[in-house]
């Protein structure tokens, strides 16, 4: 398994109260597998996608990335695994306004520590595999809806991490573009034999999850 979370539980304290959003959660993906989450809001599948991505830590159980238990009491190693294996796309794209398709992923390696020539060929090769070489120097105010989420499919991508982390990609995408968005996912999960998650309550991702893992009150449905 590239990620695998372990009887996860987190509990927030709200004044007096405290309220387990999620109860003992386990699930894996493996390499290239491409797995759908879906439940309604207020179900626990955000926290739970951002365990999974060492946003968020729980209250217990155990994470791993790669076969590697995930230290959760160290925030230093967290931002590494981070940077290192997961990458992630939101719903809003989450782009640079004044930098360009190719600088704002090229921006994403040299967070991860890739710097000058080497991040701009690879910046320049992950445009290429979501079909946007020749948006590379527009910037996001230029881009439609659908290229916007390309260019952050792109910035998640380079950088090869194991494991990639969808929050509602397509929310704001129209049928045609959602569709190509989710296809290009697809392909390049398999491809790169990246795990992909997605969150979402989309119907449009089904076709394209080799699995679909619904969650509810906080536990994975059965």
Known sequence: MVLQVNEVRKTFEEGSQSVDVLKGVSLGVAPGEVVAL????????TTLLSIMGCILTPTSGEVRVAGERVPLDDPAKLRAIRRRSIGFVFQQYNLF????????????LNVKGAKSEAARKSAERALER????????????????????????ARALAGAPQVILADEPTANLDSAVGTQVLEIFRELAKT????????????RVRPVADRVVGIRDGRLAA
């Open 38 to 45: 879906e439940g309604p809001s207020g179900s626990g599948k």
């Open 97 to 108: 306004p004044a930098l360009t398709a190719l600088e704002n992923v090229e921006y994403a």
């Open 192 to 203: 790169e034999r990246t795990g992909l998650v997605i969150v979402t309550h989309d119907p």
């Open 130 to 153: 979501v079909e946007l070489a020749d948006r590379r120097h527009f910037l996001p105010r230029d881009l439609s809806g659908g290229q916007k989420q390309r260019v952050a499919i």
